[in-house]
């Protein structure tokens, strides 16, 4: 599975978008880019996932470049229980895999009120 | 409905002791995973369960480390002769191992500490 790189910590205002960014330059064509996210002293959930066309849900939205090379994952109006360690992973997803996920250090996101 | 449930949520032992974590997954998903978290790192996988078999358990890191889920539904991850080395929070999750998604859904986790 392909290695993801990610900045160590992001601040941003309560009320505001957050766009946290991921770098995976050695995504293959099969490889799928998820992410998660873990509130203290819980364990991790799942936000959203792409291939190649931007992804949408409740929870965010997931802007993967053409070459696929980055992705940002944006919450758009962030509150305090967004205050989590963000991840992105990128893995292939098929029925025959093992479907393991590959944890970095993530990004730890501080929403300020 | 109910999600992943782990027990217990806290373990303190000595080290050399044998220790069993328990994991009751999501009803009906048939895949289930064991992680690893150490302090200030991200999860590490230990091993994952298709139904009853163990389909890859490259991530256990040595054979004091072994994990049965005899039914397809309930797991046990089992220590032997624990280390300090071993303390850290242990994850389980669950999926429905069907589709492209698999997302996998957490358990609270179980803090092992050894002393």
């Known amino acids: 599975d392909a290695k993801t790189t990610q900045p160590p910590s992001m601040d941003c205002a309560e009320g505001r978008a957050a766009n946290l960014p991921c770098n995976h330059s050695?995504?293959?064509?099969?490889?799928?880019v998820y992410w998660y996210r873990q509130i203290h002293s819980q364990g991790p959930q799942y936000i959203i996932h792409?291939?190649?066309n931007n992804e949408t849900n409740e929870m965010a939205s997931l802007i993967i470049t053409e070459d696929r090379k980055s992705s940002t994952l944006i919450l758009p109006h962030a509150t305090l229980r967004d205050t989590a360690v963000y991840y992105c992973?990128?893995?292939?997803?098929?029925?025959?895999?093992?479907?393991?996920?590959?944890f970095g250090t993530g990004t730890l996101l501080a929403v300020q009120p | 409905g109910a999600g992943v449930s782990q027990t217990p949520s806290n373990k303190v032992t000595e080290k050399g002791k044998y220790v069993e974590l328990r994991c009751d997954p999501i009803?009906?998903?048939?895949?289930l995973y064991w992680y690893r978290q150490s302090l200030g790192q991200g999860p590490e996988f230990l091993i994952y369960f298709q139904g009853t078999g163990a389909a890859d358990d490259s991530g256990l890191p040595n054979d004091r480390f072994f994990a049965v889920r005899p039914e397809g539904s309930v797991s046990t991850l089992k220590i032997q002769r624990t280390e300090r080395g071993d303390s850290a929070v242990y994850l389980c999750?669950?999926?429905?191992?069907?589709?492209?998604?698999?997302?996998?859904?957490f358990g609270p986790g179980t803090r092992l500490t050894v002393l």
């Open positions: 009803s009906g998903h048939t895949a």
């Open positions: 999750a669950s999926s429905s191992g069907t589709g492209d998604i698999n997302e996998q859904f």
């Open positions: 992973i990128v893995r292939v997803a098929w029925a025959g895999a093992t479907n393991k996920l590959i």
């Open positions: 050695t995504i293959s064509g099969n490889e799928y």
């Open positions: 792409g291939l190649k």
